[in-house]
């Protein structure tokens, strides 16, 4: 597997890129994918914009006002109403809709899967584009048809003067650096806070592979939340053994002191963080596209003896993790449950792979403990028979 992460990007290689380019610089690599082609079409791409489950958009350069911002799902009549040039539509998350882009995640799997957010796909015409613009998180830029200019500019922070506008985030200001085309089978990285600004030569489609990056701010709320949620109301704020004070109406040193143990005391628990952070990360885009799938399924030994695999809804997010007394757990939709370290084979294997055989899972059926994890993630909708996805 080294040798096919190597590949994709040329003389550079998996461990070079990590080590000189990832969340540092950008990386222009020429045919990551050699004759790539897109196994999503212009027209189907469209077809799911007016789909009421799918997030899309259409930005156009020039419509009722520059960059000029539309929100799908859209009416049947509305590519007969776009003008011949100048926009472009976005796609959210068509892994999650198309098997087939979903596979392409398996390109990228020299990096933590579960930090992944999605696959989103654009179509623009001629001189379509977003605005130059930049990201929080790292993105992979794969041109999958047609020919984009990419134009790379400067770092940049929230201090970034934009545009007015209230829809997106354009840059007022863009210092090019670096300019290149892309063709099939071509992409671009890009890390976080550089700006970038891609323009359709001729009618193209990008895929843009995300990672998620929660910030700061999110990681303190939510962390502290999913604290709070597991404390008694009988855990307050004591001061036995309290001097008594010069100025009562004075918060003194010792009682910060106080506050901020208890502080550590609760944040220092890596069990729970880890527990948190994993249901975190997992928490699924769209969880009503796995929860269509739940219910009583089939006997599973009957249908794994029967030769049918199960596979991972591509809805569904996966990750586990490892303590250091050998316990599991296993993450999945913003879910968790404790496995026992005799299950690690297994756990890795569900969460590895998107498609399970059904002779490599016979033999856990006759473990009591395996049967029942496969099972319930069955039942929940978030490993599918291979017959319910066809």
């Known amino acids: 597997m080294t040798i096919e992460f190597d590949s994709l990007f040329g003389d550079i290689g998996v461990d070079r890129f990590l080590a000189e380019y990832w969340q540092r610089k950008p990386l222009l690599i020429r045919q990551a994918i050699p004759g790539f082609e897109s196994p999503i079409e212009p027209n189907e791409l469209a077809g799911l914009s007016l789909e009421e489950e799918v997030e899309s958009r259409i930005i156009l350069k020039q419509g009722s006002h520059p960059w000029e911002l539309r929100q799908g799902p859209f009416p049947d009549d509305t590519y007969q109403q776009l003008p011949e040039r100048d926009w472009t539509l976005l796609v959210q998350a068509v892994d999650q809709f198309v098997p087939e882009v979903a596979d392409l995640l398996a390109q990228f799997r020299f990096l933590p899967s579960w930090r992944v957010d999605d696959v989103m796909i654009s179509y623009a015409t001629p001189g379509g584009g977003v605005g130059p613009h930049y990201d929080n998180y790292d993105v992979f830029l794969l041109q999958g048809h047609g020919k984009r200019r990419w134009r790379i500019g400067q770092q940049c922070s929230e201090d970034s003067q934009l545009l007015d506008n209230p829809d997106l985030r354009i840059l007022a200001d863009f210092d090019c650096q670096d300019e290149w085309v892309l063709e099939p089978g071509d992409m671009l990285y890009i890390p976080p806070g550089v700006a970038h600004d891609g323009v359709a030569e001729t009618d193209c489609m990008t895929y843009s592979i995300g990672f998620r990056a929660p910030s700061h701010a999110e990681i303190l709320v939510h962390f502290t939340d999913y604290l709070a949620h597991h404390?008694?109301?009988?855990?307050?704020?004591?001061?036995?053994?309290?001097?008594?004070?010069?100025?009562?109406?004075?918060?003194?040193?010792?009682?910060?002191?106080?506050?901020?143990?208890?502080?550590?005391?609760?944040?220092?628990?890596?069990?729970?963080?880890?527990?948190?952070?994993?249901?975190?990360?997992?928490?699924?885009?769209?969880?009503?596209?796995?929860?269509?799938?739940?219910?009583?399924?089939?006997?599973?030994?009957?249908?794994?003896?029967?030769?049918?695999?199960?596979?991972?809804?591509?809805?569904?997010?996966?990750?586990y993790w490892e303590a250091a007394d050998g316990s599991l757990r296993l993450f999945a939709n913003g879910e968790h449950c404790a496995v026992g370290p005799a299950l690690l084979p297994l756990v890795q294997l569900i969460c590895n792979q998107r498609y399970l055989p059904a002779e490599l899972l016979l033999g856990w059926t006759q473990e009591e403990d395996a049967q029942q994890l496969l099972e319930q993630l069955v039942a929940k909708g978030f490993l599918l028979m291979e017959r319910q996805d066809e």
């Not at 009682?255 to 220092?268: C, G, K, M, P, T």
């Not at 885009?285 to 249908?303: D, F, H, R, V, W």
């Open 231 to 319: 404390l008694s109301d009988d855990q307050r704020y004591g001061d036995a053994g309290l001097n008594r004070p010069s100025d009562p109406a004075a918060i003194d040193p010792a009682a910060i002191d106080r506050l901020q143990q208890s502080v550590l005391r609760l944040v220092s628990d890596k069990e729970a963080l880890a527990t948190w952070f994993g249901r975190h990360m997992t928490e699924a885009k769209y969880p009503e596209l796995a929860q269509a799938y739940a219910g009583e399924p089939e006997p599973l030994a009957e249908s794994l003896s029967a030769g049918i695999g199960l596979e991972t809804n591509p809805a569904v997010r996966l990750a």
